[in-house]
């Protein structure tokens, strides 16, 4: 199956493209590197060294004898874009082309415009240039979790039944999306499933949960292959950051009570998810939606988690509440339904101890390339403006305090090795 | 009150702001003049000759002594729309300045990403504004009916309480719009209720009908106010359509079976739900919806109203289908709460035959002002790119052989008299 994976250098995007290429499909990744011209602007670094695309897909060639085409530019350019799927006539177009931080969007008023736009154009462009040059492919959408914000029901898997005096309807799951960023992903949502209805497009809008881990079977064969780990206060993830914050021995900064329940999943997950989605594709005209995680969470359950398997590598992890810099319920219901995936074949990978300590030996292993500075939040919900200057102050900038306690000191072997060729 | 009406110049726009500096509130206008510049572009124009905003503010201000405040500029330029704010410090900002024909939109892919972007961006600039200089403003933003779609329960006002599993919520109502412009309303609305949560802004959501009428009392004060009559296949709505259709002695042309149902109000209702809404601002914090319509009528039912009126002015009035370049359902169940601008004050306008005669005087009044070639569809939902070119072949090119029967020749003395200063 030809697949064109639009965002192939970014964390999701560069394990799917060479699960999918080492499946034996015929991947090309799309991509502008912008991922990577954001860590300048906000001063932050990937954990891993990761390598150039050029360098990774040479790699890969070498590694594995399959070939991934690669077509550099922005699908917010449509003469690209269009040319491109043209070229390569995908019969499944897997987008993860957007700006996917929630805290990015919330920086000032450019941020939020630029989320925006950029998202929204760059999916209408998708779908014109499918509609145009493509009408049989199939669109595998990235969403989040996050559209639906945390109502006070069971969150179904796009549709809900409503039954309202006396008459029955299946309607689109209300949303209440918590971010500019992840408002972006629900007009996405409206837009896609709009032009499956007037143009018959096929899409499937996976609604993905909390990311974490770095090695997938893939990623494992070359460190020249090696994946993105983002752990600072704008492109981090909570999961990233509590295992950065314990491999260098300062406390977990837990955002409030920390009561805020999410969907989580492995990106070994991420990766068959993908695939199970291109092998079953939306029939023509429909607009599908998966929810992509394996297991829920609460912010303290992740936190008490890593202070255990801290505890197994000998690190005394410390716990620390700060003020929650977002908008957000601390403490609410949850219950997310997420069985269609699991329906179709994919057997998860559960976030145990065991886990915990892969994702932590990544942090330990790289410690030496921590910015404590980078994890203490600077980005403010309730402010129009926030000044991320070196300058500027953080919510909370104590944490350079605690630096050098715990298990700085102590010497933990990693486990992760990659074989050598 | 001071009352900033962006887009004061348009249709609604120039309606509202007359009313309310009529009505003793001090009102400023922010317009581009955007709109005049698209009746340019698809070859259209109003069917009443609108004079340019400074000469309908230099004679609102010799007929009443009242003043209107001018800005001009596009609120898609934040330095503008803030440094405007800054300086009129508005207590509330009427939002109508937004591309809002459903069939522009879908002109092509340019056209579609021009609506969103545009609407999208001016309504977060105005969000922005009212943060950073305006906090306490009360924002009256126009959404649309169309936002619900067509589901098969009734449609309340922004929100619904959804029983599930046993737990219960109030979410907001499923939307399913049905063209990129009614999208893009969709878009702003999740937008606002975002930022009324995370800022404390408070806001209104106008959810409004189709607007029909073109005299208020005050464009009927002079023939320099008077107000546009859009018939148009691009900006027109069904209505003017039909009682122009009627006044040349063309055919109406009924998409598809007619069955599509939507609510209706006259345009004084508009201008006074606009005022309500003022009078009686959204609590700090609060996302409020009020869907504004006073009746729903199907394309059939104004078909036949139209039929009926013109048989009392003497004409032969026919009614023909033509296939729906829209993908929308032609029969449906529809039944849309409107009841809480009517618990605020409200006494609707209703479409009487009265009004109905009202609407045709003025389509007869300057009939011969009709271009006969602007009504037939050109725009088609199932095609990515519509040519509206004047070599393109519309949907139903057989209309030209129509001119001329009917009540052409017939004398009917307007009724509509402007009085004279």
Redesign the interface.
Known sequence: MRIAVLGGDGYCGWATAIYLSNRGQSVAILDNFIRRQWDHEVGAETLTPIRPLSERLRSWRQLTGKNIDSFVGDVMD?DFLSSTIKEFEPEAIVHFAEQRAAPYSMID?KH??FT??NN??GT??VL?AM??FAPDCHLVKLGTMGEYGT????IEEGY?T????G???V??????????YH?SK??DS??I??TC???GLRATDLNQGVVYGTVTDEVSMDEALINRFDYDEVFGTVLNRFCVQAAIGMPLTVYGKGGQTRGFLDIRDTVRCIEIACLNPAAKGEFRVFNQFTEQFSVMDLARMVQTAGKKLGMNVEIKHIPDPR?EAEEH?YNAKHSKLIELGLVPHLLSDSLLDSLMNIAVRYRDRVDSSAMMPKVN??Q??NDRSSSAQATEPAHHAVRGNGSRSKTVKPEVEYSKR
Chains 1, 2 share one sequence.
């Open positions: 449509y008023r939020a415009v925006q736009v929204v154009v209408l462009n014109f509609r145009e109502p006070n029901i069971d809900i409503i039954e309202h005096n008459r029955k309807d309607l689109p799951f209300p949303k209440q999306p918590g971010s500019f408002l629900v007009h409206h837009n499933m709009f209805k007037i143009w908008v219901y919900w309730r129009a403006r």
